[in-house]
């Protein structure tokens, strides 16, 4: 708003030719924007059942295979007279080629990998990082545009109205600090696209000279502008993932076999992965709604798969302390009896999809589970026919309807909601 | 009698005895290579020279296509200046390769492997990571 005062009066005091050089500029941000958002980053995707059998057999040929699971698998890799390391990923079950590095945000190995940027809303890989860089870039020239307009109107009216009332008025500060951080990032890319680097290896400093006397970059071409070129014009590979293809479910593993999982794309297995996650909630609501007499029985840090087919509605397995990840640890469990008609859960997934891979990364999916585990029923989708009400108590009523034998438990209904509230309510 | 095998009737009909994999060979760096190393699966199935050369002309078609030259460098710059807008009309240099290169992986099953009871998958099947070979039973040893 700001900024179409500016421009009407700088397009009445100096020219018209100002907003429209501002607006093509803008436009041009936001085309690399999106498209930096929208394209695949350049995502491996996960081996088939034979690749990886053959890889696992192979290892275990090679290690003399140990009963647990055996220290993180790596082959040494001699490139252009430096020795790199391939780390086998034990998500996608595939050794990482060089480069590539496993995003626990998108959850995929992702080629070349720069860093997962939260403001484009997608990792940065070989296939996007031309249109990050243009992004970054044009987005540094129309800040320094904005910003010089900016200053400029603030002469111009100081001359009328005096310079601290101009001053108040104009976005002058936020201007500097935009300008100061995205030029500053623009730089920081231009730096390491003439050396052939990624963020992630500059991070780590992966081939600084500080490591060792003859620790170089083996990727880089000798010099900037060869570099620079290759970075920004080379050849652009297409997708190895198909995007558009439906998901197969297979078997209980969550990961869909060579489907798109880009961070838009994953909103569509993410939401398979939480509909998991939200049954296993639904799952562990139950359980303490019956277990509201709280017999404190046991508790581990166990993850058990806790299932209860329609058909029995018997009683679960022995050790029933059911753990997900964070909040429930603390929740103590008794011996419930599952609801009669629940559809059959399978929580070891919710701890399955931590990943523990070598990344500074926070799992989003943690976040979620805390915050759903104290929400009530109507944010979560499953079971069917639920209806979104306001009060826990209400919700849980009708929901224990649907599943439980009202007539031999309206009196646990009672303890069991008031159980339900009083643990929420911690 | 002289039979002739389609690949349509060879997946149907023969089971798969074993795959092999070859893996990517890194030496080069990132650039896509497959290793040339021989494995010992096919050995009584296909002679080793034979084998090799399918590999190392797949070898040489993918370095083409990833190949920086001032061919890459106009497309790069033109599709620049386009706005990206032009792959809507044409293919990138990179995809016109890998056309070339399923073309060749179908002739060489057609002319050899099918003939000797193996299977080549592209590898863009597969995600650029291996070749992979299928081993199909060898039904005339059963005749």
């Known amino acids: ?426 | 009698m002289a039979e002739t095998h389609s690949l349509q009737d060879m997946r149907q009909q023969a089971a798969i005895a074993a795959k092999v994999f070859l893996q990517r060979d890194y030496t080069n760096g990132t650039v896509c290579q497959f290793q040339t190393k021989f494995p010992s699966e096919l050995e009584t199935r296909i002679d080793k020279q034979q084998f090799e050369e399918t590999v190392r002309t797949l070898n040489n078609l993918y370095a083409e296509a990833e190949k920086l030259g001032s061919q890459s460098y106009i497309e790069g710059c033109l599709a620049c200046l386009t706005a990206y807008t032009i792959f809507l009309c044409m293919e990138t240099h990179y995809e016109k390769v890998l056309k070339k290169i399923a073309k060749y992986i179908q002739e060489q099953n057609d002319k050899i492997y099918a003939p000797r009871g193996l299977l080549l998958t592209d590898p863009i099947e597969r995600g650029l990571r291996v070749i992979e070979v299928t081993i199909f039973e060898d039904r005339s040893l059963t005749r």
């Open chain 1, 1 to 426: 708003m700001q900024e179409s005062v500016n421009c009407q009066y700088l397009a009445l005091q100096l020219t018209p030719a100002i907003p429209v050089i501002g607006g093509v500029l803008f436009l041009f941000v936001l085309g690399t924007l999106l498209r930096t958002s929208f394209s695949d980053p350049g995502v491996l995707p996960r081996a088939t059942p034979d690749e990886a059998a053959d890889l696992e057999r192979q290892i275990d040929v090679a290690n003399g295979s140990t009963g647990y699971r055996p220290p993180p698998r790596t082959k040494e890799v001699v490139i252009n007279g430096q020795t790199v390391k391939l780390k086998y990923c034990f998500t996608c079950k595939i050794f990482r080629p060089p480069r590539a590095s496993h995003c626990s945000l998108c959850d995929n190995c992702v080629e070349r990998f720069d860093h997962h940027c939260p403001w484009v809303g997608n990792c940065v890989g070989r296939r996007n990082y031309r249109f990050f860089y243009m992004f970054i870039l044009s987005l540094s020239f129309l800040t320094i545009f904005i910003f010089a307009f900016v200053i400029t109107h603030i002469i111009l009216r100081s001359h009328q109205n005096g310079f601290l009332k101009a001053l108040k008025e104009s976005p002058v500060v936020v201007c500097f600090f935009s300008v100061w951080s995205i030029v500053g990032l623009s730089g920081f890319h231009t730096y390491l696209i003439s050396s052939n680097q990624t963020t992630n290896e500059d991070i780590k400093g992966s081939w600084s000279s500080k490591r060792g006397k003859d620790n170089h970059n083996p990727y880089s071409h000798g010099n900037i502008f060869t570099n620079c070129c290759a970075a920004l014009c080379g050849p652009l590979p297409p997708s190895l993932i198909d995007r558009r293809g439906f998901i197969q479910s297979d078997t209980p593993q969550l990961a869909p076999p060579t489907n798109g999982i880009t961070m838009y794309g994953a909103t569509q297995s993410q939401q398979s992965h939480m509909c998991d996650q939200d049954q296993c909630i639904q799952s562990t609501k139950f359980v303490l709604q019956a277990a509201a007499t709280p017999l404190l029985q046991q508790q581990s840090s166990e993850p058990v798969i806790l299932t209860a087919s329609p058909e029995n509605g018997g009683s679960l397995p022995g050790r029933t302390s059911l753990t997900l990840a964070g909040p429930c640890t603390s929740l103590p469990l008794g011996q419930p009896t599952p609801p009669t008609s629940t559809p059959s859960l399978s929580c070891h997934e919710a701890t399955d999809m931590l990943p523990i891979h070598g990344h500074s990364h926070t799992h989003p999916l943690q976040e979620p589970l805390a915050h759903h585990h104290f929400l009530t029923p109507e944010e979560v989708p499953s079971p069917p026919g639920m209806l979104p009400c306001g009060s826990p108590m209400g919700h849980s009523h009708t929901m224990q309807a649907s599943f439980f034998n009202p007539a031999s438990q309206d009196s646990l209904h009672e303890d069991s909601v008031r159980g339900l509230v009083k643990l929420s309510s911690v």
